[in-house]
C-alpha cells in the first residue's frame, strides 16, 4: 500500500493490478492494470511470479513497481494521480 495526494494505491493480492482507493469512502476510484508490464509467460521462464511491491517518490511522482522473485524494477509515471 502507498498513501498519495489523498488517495489509497494497492496492488491487488495475485493479480497485475493497482487500484486507486479514497480512504474516506472506501470506493475505488480507479484502476491500473500492468499486465503488460511483464508478461506472466515471460516472468515464469524465469521463476518470477506476481507483481507485489509498489513504493512512490514524492520527490518525482514517481511509481516504483516490482513484484515477487523479480530481476528488475520499472519506474511508472501514473496519470490522474
Not at 489509497?8 to 508490464?37: F, H, R, T
Not at 511508472?76 to 494521480?81: C, D, M, N, W
Request: net charge negative; proline share 2%; aromatic share 12%.
Amino acid at each position: 500500500l502507498e498513501f498519495y495526494n489523498g488517495k489509497i494505491l494497492a496492488n491487488v493480492w495475485q493479480e497485475d493490478v493497482i487500484l486507486v482507493i479514497d480512504p474516506k469512502s472506501g470506493i475505488c476510484e480507479g484502476e491500473y492494470d500492468l499486465s503488460m508490464l511483464w508478461p506472466a509467460t515471460e516472468r515464469r521462464e524465469k521463476g518470477a511470479n506476481v507483481l507485489n511491491g509498489i513504493s512512490i517518490s514524492k520527490e518525482d511522482v514517481i511509481l516504483y513497481v516490482t513484484g515477487k522473485h523479480w530481476d528488475r524494477m520499472f519506474k511508472l509515471k501514473l496519470r490522474f494521480l
